[in-house]
């Protein structure tokens, strides 16, 4: 059963503002939310983390509604160099490891594409 | 810090062969993890490490995968014999805590190819 859903793919143009929606309906009360960013032949790297509400930092925005079941990754006026593939990360009991700690599953992810 | 450091960053190998993939964490990080990622499968956790011991192998495909970790500052993911299958980006990955809001630093992985 995934833990997360988001879309596939995506693709924008040059200063457009992204926005890679994630659901995760199963989301426990003391799970955060985190995104990390992958560039072709690079591994991911962790872009922005949040709990509720808003998150804002140098790259991006994520928004978190109240009842938190799914969180929106802002991405303010892309560049060409925004493309790569986005990962969504929640706790979740079910992932816990055998020592009892958070083991970091990663699903699909979406993967943006911007164009010219 | 350097961040963590795999080598060989590319391998090319025949079927049959042992290949050993090598990683070293970032320094004062006790949890090291081994990702393969292929277009197929997406990014899978093969196996992490605490404090030098293995923790949850649960994600090694097969006998033919093993991983050690001597020392703090080294790790090997080796595969013996090695299969066209096991062509792969392998990442090595390492954090201070293993919770949701601790950050994973990656390498920048070693592209395997298995002919």
């Known amino acids: 059963l995934a833990k997360t859903t988001q879309p596939i793919s995506m693709d924008s143009y040059e200063g457009q503002e992204v926005n890679i929606t994630c659901s995760h309906n199963n989301i426990a009360t003391n799970d955060y939310i985190t995104w990390y960013q992958q560039f072709p032949s690079q591994g991911p790297r962790f872009i922005i983390q949040?709990?509720?509400t808003k998150v804002t930092n140098e790259v991006a925005s994520l928004f978190i509604p109240a009842d938190r079941k799914s969180s929106t990754l802002s991405l303010p006026r892309v560049s060409l160099s925004d493309t790569a593939v986005y990962y969504c990360?929640?706790?979740?009991?079910?992932?816990?490891?055998?020592?009892?700690?958070?083991?970091?599953?990663f699903g699909t992810g979406t993967r943006l594409k911007v164009l010219a | 810090d350097a961040g963590v450091i795999q080598s060989p960053r590319h391998e090319v190998t025949e079927m049959g062969q042992e290949v050993t993939l090598r990683c070293k964490p970032i320094?004062?990080?006790?949890?090291l993890f081994w990702y393969r990622q292929t277009m197929m499968r997406g990014l899978e956790l093969l196996i992490y490490?605490?404090?030098?011991?293995?923790?949850?192998d649960s994600g090694m495909p097969e006998d033919r995968f093993s991983a050690k970790m001597p020392n703090a500052s080294f790790s090997t993911l080796k595969i013996q014999p090695s299969e066209p299958r096991d062509s792969a980006v392998y990442f090595c990955a390492s954090t201070s805590e293993v919770r949701i809001n601790e950050k994973l630093f990656f390498g920048s992985g070693t592209q395997l190819s298995v002919l």
């Open positions: 949040g709990y509720k």
């Open positions: 490490f605490n404090n030098n011991v293995p923790i949850d």
């Open positions: 320094s004062g990080h006790d949890y």
């Open positions: 990360l929640v706790g979740d009991v079910s992932s816990v490891g055998t020592s009892g700690t958070y083991k970091y599953i």
